[in-house]
């Protein structure tokens, strides 16, 4: 319940008592690796990166086979600019869970902030593959080939990244 609670916080945005109810969570159960991630997700959205990641370890030791812990820890260590560590996390997640297109798509982000813009893409289809309605796949795999210089491509990936997801502002701009 105070997990459940603390997810409800969280989406109003009220971070704090969010984390007190994931807290009291894991105090109850201290093995409930889904109150340990969601605290995670809550220190994230609160800018604490060492706090969040701390969390998302945990929950990887409470639960190895968690692929969604192993995807947001990666998601930290790319905010970080640890792309070497968010990669091996995407690729834990990928191994529990081949189709988990979110972490193909973290993934791709990843190769693509390393320069490595043919990975990227190939996250991208695969991620797309999985999940043909994931915009923010498209979104992505339309900046790599901008930065391939393969603007026909770019395009055709940026409009259907706005068909799926009309109020994406950077879809547009990166069209632009």
């Not at 916080?9 to 109850?28: F, N, S």
């Not at 529990?96 to 902030?113: H, K, M, Q, W």
Request: proline share 3%; no cysteine.
């Amino acid at each position: 319940a105070f997990n459940s609670r603390g997810v409800a916080y969280q989406a109003k945005g009220d971070v704090d008592h969010a984390i007190a109810d994931y807290d009291q969570a894991l105090r109850l159960d201290p093995g409930f690796a889904v109150a340990a991630n969601n605290r995670g997700r809550a220190y994230q959205a609160k800018g604490d990166v060492d706090r969040a990641i701390a969390d998302y370890g945990q929950a990887i030791s409470l639960n190895p086979a968690y692929a969604t812990a192993h995807s947001n820890r990666g998601g930290a260590f790319e905010i970080k600019g640890d792309n070497d560590r968010a990669i091996a996390d995407y690729d834990a997640a990928i191994r529990i869970d081949p189709n988990y297109a979110r972490a193909y798509d973290n993934r791709g982000s990843a190769y693509g902030n390393k320069g490595d813009q043919d990975r990227a893409i190939a996250d991208y289809d695969q991620a797309i593959l999985l999940d043909p309605g994931l915009a923010h796949a498209y979104a992505n795999r339309g900046s790599a080939y901008t930065d391939k210089m393969d603007y026909d491509h770019a395009i055709t990936d940026l409009d259907q990244a706005i068909r799926l997801d009309p109020n994406s502002a950077q879809s547009y701009y990166n069209r632009g």
